[in-house]
């Protein structure tokens, strides 16, 4: 039997690297927990009513009935529910026709340096737009990141969650390289942690060649 939290974990928020390795990020307690303190008292008979609602509109995507989250008050649950809802609900398509108009990049090999520098600026600003945040990409040069986001991103079919706080995270590292992923991006706990439970010595930490301020 799938309860709430069993249900979630198989309908969060995808993360996605440029290698096509899928990773899931659970991001929707912690936006409905937000948006639960900003919410004005509602009498409990309409949130028991919302609470049947939603569970019968649930019922069609669910292998069960859906649990009780222990611990959960209901108007948060209620905006826990809503958010599995549009989940299932949402159109996939594309990420390129989260755009109006659709977005479509020239080749890589069409555009020189600088040129290639500016558009993938903008293009960055232009995915967070649509709530699609880039991770870990301080290891890649400006054409090796565009190449990613042009030849994997833009048209990987997805999910467009219509939620405030619902973002698609793109690692922008292969899941297998545990060397770029120790020398540029662990911390210092995981290093250990990679250290204790393999017995090796992990690559040196180093800074990235390539920074960058990516929006949050």
């Not at 937000?34 to 309409?46: A, G, H, L, N, R």
């Not at 958010?83 to 890589?108: G, K, T, Y």
């Amino acid at each position: 039997m799938d309860n709430i939290r069993n249900v979630a974990a198989r309908r969060g928020c995808v993360a996605r690297d440029g290698w096509d390795r899928p990773v899931v990020e659970q991001q929707m307690m912690r936006s409905v927990r937000k948006m639960s303190d900003t919410q004005p008292y509602i009498d409990e008979v309409d949130l028991l009513l919302d609470n049947a609602r939603l569970r019968d509109e649930l019922e069609p995507y669910i292998d069960d009935s859906v649990d009780s989250a222990s611990g959960m008050p209901l108007s948060v649950e209620n905006e826990y529910l809503a958010s599995m809802l549009a989940w299932e609900r949402a159109p996939a398509m594309p990420i390129a026709n989260w755009f109006q108009p659709p977005l479509q990049l020239p080749h890589p090999d069409s555009l020189k340096d600088r040129a290639l520098s500016e558009l993938l600026n903008q293009t960055i600003k232009s995915l967070h737009g649509v709530q699609v945040i880039l991770e870990c990409t301080e290891h890649l040069s400006d054409r090796q990141l565009y190449t990613i986001i042009y030849r994997d991103i833009m048209p990987r079919c997805e999910k467009k969650v219509d939620l405030p706080e619902n973002y698609l995270h793109w690692r922008c590292l292969d899941e297998e390289d545990e060397t770029t992923w120790l020398k540029y991006y662990a911390s210092a706990v995981e290093r250990r942690q990679w250290q204790e439970r393999y017995s090796m010595e992990p690559p040196k930490s180093e800074n990235p060649p390539y920074p960058r301020q990516l929006p949050r």
